[in-house]
Structures are given as C-alpha cells and as structure tokens.
C-alpha cells in the first residue's frame, strides 16, 4: 500500500511539473509574440511630418488618424487598414496627399499592429460620419485582405487593395474594386495576386507599379523578404495616389 502511495505522488508530481513546463512554454510564446507586434515598423521622419495640419488638410489623430480637406465637405470617404506590423502613421503622407484632392481619408489603428484581430472597425469610422455618402474600404497587405474582407461580408461603395489579395472568394461580388502592386513586391509577389485573380471581384481594375516593391506603399523603411525597388518611394508614392484619386473620383 505504502508503495502505491509513493507511485501515485510520483505520478501527480510529474503531471504537476509537465503541466507547469507547458504554460511556461505557452506564456513565452505568447509573449513573444506580443513583443513582435507591439513593435511595428515606422514611422519614418517623412510621416511624421505629415501629421502635421496645414492651410490644405487638417489632421487629427485621436481615435483614428484623421485628414480633412480645409477647402471643401468631402462627400467621398476613404477608410485605410494598415499593413500587418506596420505602424498607422506610416501611411500618413499618401493620406494627405489624397485629402488634398478633397476626399476625408481615416487611417484605422488595428488592435495588436494586426488588422486580422479588427476586420470590421470600418463600421465604427461610417457611423461617425453620417454625412459622408460614398465610401471605400481599402488597405495594404494584410490591411488590404481585412479590408476586402469587410467590403464583402459588409456594404461599401469601392475597395481599394495595395499589394493585397482577398481573405474570402469574392469573384460573385461586382462592387468597384482598385488593385496596385509593385512588380518588383517580395512580400506579396505578382504571382501571388495572379494566382488568385479567380477570387477577385469581377469589376477589379489591376494596375501595376513598375519597379515598385512592398515597402513603399509607406513609409516605414524596408521590409524582410521584399525586393530592391527601382523606381524611388517618391515615384511609387506618386503613382499609389494618382490612382487612388483617379479610383475614388470614379465612385
């Protein structure tokens, strides 16, 4: 008996000590992981300049990061998902530059850096802005994915892609929809995109940035895994909002 004893709380004790081992490992991965997300890439000095208000676009970076046309009521609206690991501000110059043309741009901050954990946060941006009548839900990678995602499962009158593809088959879906990609993009490489045209929408316009890369849709430095540009960010950031104007006005 007394031998069945001393088993048994030998037993309960190794049971005891692998349980602790496992959410040991379980909390290092975890915090692991919160480390990797809670430090995103950017913003560079460029973006933080832009968040600066001016006699053209007013900014505000309360809730969302906010830019205002000061010489118009912008009736076409513009809702941005970040990258994944990317710092919101990193996108502030193309969004004042777009705001500039007269449209209201709101960049989303997405809880952890990651839009996966905060796909529908555009319905928060719409009702606060009731009096806005046209909207576009757009993002770049991951934040193009979750924004394609929204558009989909939500309504909306545009969906704006920048090196992103869909999260959900969206080939039954005809809202108007803008795609850019760099080709010379390392992390979502052309081939990626072509290899899901099928689940694009049906109205999806493509249009390719040539000698773009995946890093230059913002500014927040270079990017592990993405190729060397052969245009500037500069050429490339001109080009992303050219067409992203041109998209908008079109709604």
Known sequence: MKDNRVLKWITKSRLRIALVSILIVIMIILSGFLIWALTPLGPMDEARDALV?????????????????????????????????????????MARDIAAEGFLVIIVPMRLNLAF????????????????????????SLGGAMAARFVHKNQADGLI????????????????????YGTRDGVTEPDDLYGRKNEMPSNTTWVPIEGGNHAQFGWYGSQSGDNDATITRLEQQELIVTNTVEFLRSL
């Open 53 to 93: 208000s001016d006699s053209q676009v007013k900014v505000t970076t309360d809730r969302w990061i906010v830019f205002e046309p000061r010489d118009s009521s912008p009736g076409t609206g513009f809702i941005f998902y970040p990258g994944g690991r990317v710092d919101p501000r990193s996108y502030a110059p």
């Open 117 to 140: 954990f905060s796909p529908d946060r555009a319905s928060d941006v719409m009702r606060s802005y009731p009096e806005i009548n046209t909207w576009a839900v757009g993002g770049h």
């Open 161 to 180: 892609m920048w090196a992103a593809y869909p999260a959900d088959d969206m080939s039954g879906d005809s809202v108007p929809a803008l795609l850019l």
